[in-house]
């Protein structure tokens, strides 16, 4: 294993995913809290179409196959955004129910991005760099640059500074919306803001987790903060936090040589996490559960 202390690539590829880990931890809870984790779900499987799209389109405009974050992440975001609002459409306009409705953008987002994918692999001649592109599926942490680093920083505190300025009114609105709604708060534009919210921790988190397992990087932290802290700002505080170490110490392990994609390895330890808070933790572990029956 490399020396962690001595190896920038490996300093710059953990930290980047610990600032992931802890955004998508954070924001995590607005959609653990909203019952909004299938809404998560498919924004990431979603995302890799527009991925794929990006990536030709600027191949397609300027000859040269640019693997740029920045252009691949905005084609991310358009795509989640465009299977939310696509989904609003068709549940407003016919009977379809929205989880009904969530799981057809899923299927039809997703299912064309891996055909898409595999065309433009197999397409002749061949366009230098497409394979690069299966990392988005499960993750690849030890590609990030420092470029990355930097844009996954901004991007992450832009979206908590807007969390944190509108703590407050978006606390009322995902515990009590129509309270929220007659004290005169702008639901609309909270709903708004919280989904894009989300939708940021999501795409910003593909790098290295990956489109199929990024709903475990929104989701898991949340469950495991729930079972240890009792109000809304120790669960974002203690979800950031295990977000933020289990990335980091899955982007270690598939950094450092071991061949693992980054995505399964940080979904694994999350899963430990949890179990381990499902279990122990006071007041609503298993064990403390088990302890009230008997006494």
Known sequence: MLDFWSDYTIQLVVLGSAMIGALSGALGCFAYLRKQSLVGDVVAHSSLLGIVLAFWFTYLLTGTASKSIGILLTGALVAGLASLFLTDLITSYTRIKPDAGLGIMLAIFFGTGIMLLRFLQRSQPAIPGINGI?????????????????????????????????WHRLKLFTFDADYASGLGMPIQMLEVVLLALIVIGIVVGLQIVGVVLMIGLLIAPAASARQWTRSMAAMCVTAACIGAASAAAGAVVSATGSGLPTGPVIVLILSAVFAFSLVVAPGRGLLHRRRKVVS
């Open 134 to 166: 299966d990392d988005y599926l499960f993750g690849m942490a030890a590609t990030m640059t420092s470029g990355d680093a930097w844009l996954i920083a901004i991007v992450g505190v832009a979206a908590l500074v807007t969390m944190t300025l509108l």
